[in-house]
């Protein structure tokens, strides 16, 4: 999502104009297209979505994707439930979801500067467990 915001926003050619304009030296599209492509690329295998998840789980509990998906919605739709009734969500060794309350506070508006009030919300937290901290350090 980032990436495609990112091109969208300001495109390779904007990106050369505003490298050669501040720079002042003369850059062709491919020197800078090509090492941009590939980090873009890069950027899109650190991240795993939803398919990804679900192929990941089936082959791990050798299920069929249907039964992994069903599995993975299932697992959503009860936490959702769960967290909007004030529980908390504990798996020992992975992690704890719960939810805290935030309060009303004053913000900015980057645009204008100008102060605005943010409301008050509710907001998901994760807290990971030691087995999973230790297995990702």
């Known amino acids: 999502m980032f990436i495609a915001r990112f091109q969208q926003k300001y495109g390779f050619f904007n990106i050369l104009l505003d490298f050669s304009r501040t720079t002042g030296l003369r850059v062709r599209y491919s020197d800078i297209f090509v090492p941009l492509n590939v980090f873009i690329n890069l950027l899109k295998k650190l991240i795993m979505n939803k398919a990804?998840?679900?192929?990941a789980m089936?082959?791990?509990?050798?299920l069929s994707k249907a039964d992994a998906k069903?599995?993975?919605?299932?697992?959503?739709?009860?936490?959702t439930g769960a967290l909007k009734s004030g529980d908390r969500?504990?798996?020992?060794g992975f992690?704890?979801?719960?939810?805290?309350?935030?309060?009303?506070?004053?913000?900015?508006?980057p645009k204008t500067g100008a102060?605005?009030?943010i409301a008050a919300k509710k907001s998901v937290r994760f807290k990971a467990g030691?087995?999973?901290s230790g297995k990702v350090n």
């Open 52 to 55: 990804e998840l679900i192929d």
């Open 58 to 62: 089936a082959a791990a509990a050798n």
């Open 70 to 79: 069903r599995a993975l919605d299932a697992f959503v739709d009860v936490s």
């Open 89 to 92: 969500i504990s798996l020992v």
């Open 95 to 109: 992690g704890s979801f719960s939810i805290s309350d935030r309060k009303e506070r004053n913000g900015r508006n």
């Open 115 to 117: 102060v605005i009030k």
């Open 130 to 132: 030691a087995e999973l």
